[in-house]
């Protein structure tokens, strides 16, 4: 293994706006040593998610920024190819966590998870329901929203892979579920496939009059991915004693100027809504409990889930523009080699 070349997206110059070529450098090394308690995860698919955006940032964030001259930092599944951790053997199928953007990660064993086996689950759920969007989902609309039978749930970036499972759970607690998302083609998919109620495509749609048609007794919980004029036309139509988890504001991550906030904030305080910022890592020591419930709505078929999948490593910054021009259906990732026989 130590004659093969590693190939890692470097960081060489934070963004200025949308990512630019140049912005990330791929580069070639020699694949050292281990030393013992580590292994040699290759990856299999690579998670593009709209923080990889913050982290290119130099901007105070839940987590440094990625330095220049660095790997880029993301997530993903990996097989074990070489180990000196007695918890882990080649051919071990494990989530990286928070590892780099690169063919292959040595890696602390002790650091990583093994994902189980279970009959009749592709390993690409393990990337959207049974993966970290799905924990997001989870642990954002039941933990803080605290969804109840009968409430109106607004969702944003619908169609994307934390809003197309927030919607699923949503309905799975007997909510009315209206989702907003970009084209037809989308739209179409919440309704006819997820189980939506409803889909708004704000694309063409007057989003405003919308949401007082599919929402005629107003909003309960707002499930916030988007931010913007679509969060602002959300909050104006809110019930008292709402709630707003707020996952995402992808809709401001390449702005270069100063953004404003909500138009209608004053209506956060009429309403007395609670809107509670989260990120996912704040309930990794809960994970199990969210992976359990998942697994037994997946494995009863009440979550239907898509995986848009980008072939090749070379191509994942350019491929990161998807999640911001909405191109993306269900989880967006590259597949950086074969999944294992």
Not at 62 to 76: S, T
Not at 238 to 243: E, M, Q
Not at 285 to 311: C, H, N, S
Request: include cysteine.
């Amino acid at each position: 293994m130590v004659n093969e070349k590693n190939l890692t997206w470097v960081l060489r110059k934070r963004p200025v706006g949308d990512l630019q070529q140049g912005d990330l450098e791929l580069v070639e090394s020699a694949l050292t040593q281990l030393e013992d308690g580590q292994v040699r995860a290759k990856t299999i698919y690579l998670s593009l998610d709209p923080t990889n955006r913050i982290w290119m940032s130099d901007v105070d964030a839940y987590l440094p920024p990625v330095g220049i001259g660095d790997a880029m930092r993301g997530g993903g599944l990996s097989v074990i190819t070489e180990s000196r951790f007695d918890g882990l053997e080649p051919g071990d199928i494990v989530n990286t966590g928070l590892a780099g953007w690169a063919i292959y990660n040595t890696l602390p064993g002790a650091s990583l998870a093994k994902l189980p086996k279970l009959p009749g689950v592709p390993l690409t759920a393990f990337m959207g329901p049974l993966g970290a969007t799905g924990m997001t989902a989870y642990f954002g609309l039941m933990d803080i929203a605290k969804p109840k039978a009968g409430e109106t749930v607004v969702v944003s970036a619908a169609a994307g892979a934390v809003g197309s499972m927030v919607g699923q759970i949503a309905k799975i607690q007997g909510c009315r579920v209206v989702g907003i998302a970009g084209g037809a083609d989308k739209c179409r998919w919440l309704t006819e496939t997820a189980g939506f109620d409803a889909a708004i495509d704000y694309k063409n749609e007057d989003v405003g009059k919308a949401l007082d048609k599919h929402c005629p007794n107003g909003i309960d919980i707002n499930f916030e991915n988007v931010g913007g004029k679509i969060m602002d036309e959300v909050i104006a139509r809110l019930n008292d004693f709402s709630r707003m988890p707020l996952c995402g504001l992808i809709s401001t991550y390449n702005a270069t100027d100063p953004v404003p906030g909500p138009y209608n904030f004053s209506n956060l305080l009429m309403r007395r809504t609670l809107v509670k910022g989260f990120i996912v890592i704040d309930y990794f020591p809960r994970f199990p409990e969210g992976m359990q419930q998942m697994a037994q709505w997946f494995m009863e078929g009440k979550l239907k889930y898509e995986t848009d999948i980008v072939d090749g490593f070379e191509k994942a910054p350019a491929s990161l523009s998807r999640l911001f021009e909405g191109k993306n259906l269900g989880k967006l990732v590259v597949q950086v080699s074969p999944e294992p026989v």
